[in-house]
């Protein structure tokens, strides 16, 4: 992680003397994941392009004031959450809404389950059923959320930011986002619990 942090400064640097490839060289690195995080934030999946778009012209524009104080990805990730808000508020839309059928999803998206076309050794119909039945136990938990609860776990949970890199996303003290955290957690484990038969306390 360091080694890609210290890449990532490198082409910021390059960026400020105004190497415009260096800036498409990190979007070609971050697109992907910046997509696929304003995808679990909307509905609509025909908003996600515009506002990838909208994230990285808004950084490039923004990126002669940074200061490199956190990660280049992390700060992404805030002007893409920060984007995605303002512009579903402008559509008097919810922002923040997790489209379940993403949760889980593999790197490119690809919502069809191998389980669906075959069974791998020792999976069982009922098995496979029973992973399903808690997949859907689980987003419909997330759905439930609230926005800042959702936000949080999404950005721990699936796109694997530590706690101070969500609270710099967040832009809130990191014991918020533990709390957060820990509160959607519980309220997961609540509705897993009679699925998994778990004893009150425990958390996955």
Request: net charge negative; with cysteine.
């Amino acid at each position: 992680m360091s080694t890609a942090a210290d890449d990532d400064a490198l082409l910021v640097e390059r960026v400020k003397r105004g190497d415009t490839r260096a800036f498409e060289m990190l979007v070609v690195k971050y697109q992907r994941r910046i997509e696929r995080l304003i995808a679990r934030m909307v509905r609509d999946v025909d908003l996600v392009p515009d506002i990838a778009q909208e994230t990285f012209i808004r950084a490039y524009r923004a990126l002669p004031q940074f200061r490199g104080e956190s990660a280049f990805y992390t700060w992404l990730y805030r002007i893409a959450v920060n984007t995605a808000k303002k512009q579903l508020m402008e559509l008097k839309r919810d922002p923040l809404v997790f489209e379940a059928a993403r949760f889980g999803g593999d790197e490119d998206g690809d919502e069809t389950s191998r389980a669906e076309n075959e069974l791998s050794d020792g999976e069982t119909p009922e098995s496979v059923l029973a992973t399903k039945e808690i997949a859907l136990t689980v987003n419909a938990a997330i759905e439930s959320l609230s926005d800042d609860l959702r936000q949080a776990i999404t950005l721990r949970e699936i796109e694997g930011l530590s706690y101070e890199e969500i609270a710099a996303v967040m832009n809130c003290p990191i014991g918020t986002v533990r709390s957060r955290i820990f509160r959607a957690r519980d309220t997961i484990a609540q509705r897993l619990r009679p699925l998994l038969d778990t004893r009150e306390g425990e958390r996955w």
